[in-house]
Structure formats: C-alpha cells, structure tokens
C-alpha cells in the first residue's frame, strides 16, 4: 500500500495561488497515475485533475487553465499549482490514485485551502 502526505493548503485570498505537494511512501507509486481531489464541507468528493504515469495531464472543466497537475517520479512526489483561486475552490485537497483504477491507496490526511478576503 501506498500512503500520500499532502501539504500546502492554507488561507489565500481570491485570485491568489498555492502549489500543493504531494509525498508517496513507495516507488510504485511511478507505475500509476495520480489525481488530485477535494472535498468541500456538504459536498461530495471531486476529482479535479489526473497525470498519467508518464506525465500526460488531464483536467476538470472547472480547474483546466487555473491548476496545473505534475509529478516528479525520481522523488515520489506530485504536484498541483493552483492560481486565480476562488472561494468555491475552498476544500480539503488529497491526492490518490487516478480514478479509472476503481479503487484507492489509503487516503492520507489532506490539506486544507480556504479561499476568503
């Protein structure tokens, strides 16, 4: 199993940025794509944005030109750089496998972003 550390969150202000990171335990964690997720109080989970193992990004129409998704597999790790940040993008943020696997690695516990002036 692999378990992901995020980090990054915090408090920024409408339109600001953030780059989240993302640490995996175990190397296998290369053979797989990732994606990021959030969860916002009341709502359900979201997928916002998925990289192939071998680097090919995908996104969601409400994140594509704002947040950008990389991996960085020589150190196990996984990115997202958000900009022009909304209050509706105000959530728990996690990163886990890609969703066409079906299932899940452990969910680690996620970092927070609140967006608010």
Known sequence: QVQFVESGGGLVQP????????A????IFRTYDVGWYRQAPGKQGE????????????????????F???????????????NSLKPEDTAVYYCNKGRKY???FPWGQGT??????
């Open 47 to 66: 997928l916002l944005a998925q990289i192939t193992y071998d680097g090919r990004p995908d996104y969601v129409d409400s994140v594509k030109g704002r």
């Open 24 to 27: 995996a335990s175990d190397r």
């Open 68 to 82: 950008t998704i990389s991996r960085d597999n020589a150190k196990n790790m996984a990115y997202l750089q958000m």
């Open 102 to 104: 079906g299932s899940y």
């Open 15 to 22: 339109g600001g940025s953030l780059r989240l990171s993302c």
């Open 112 to 117: 927070q972003v609140t967006v608010s002036s």
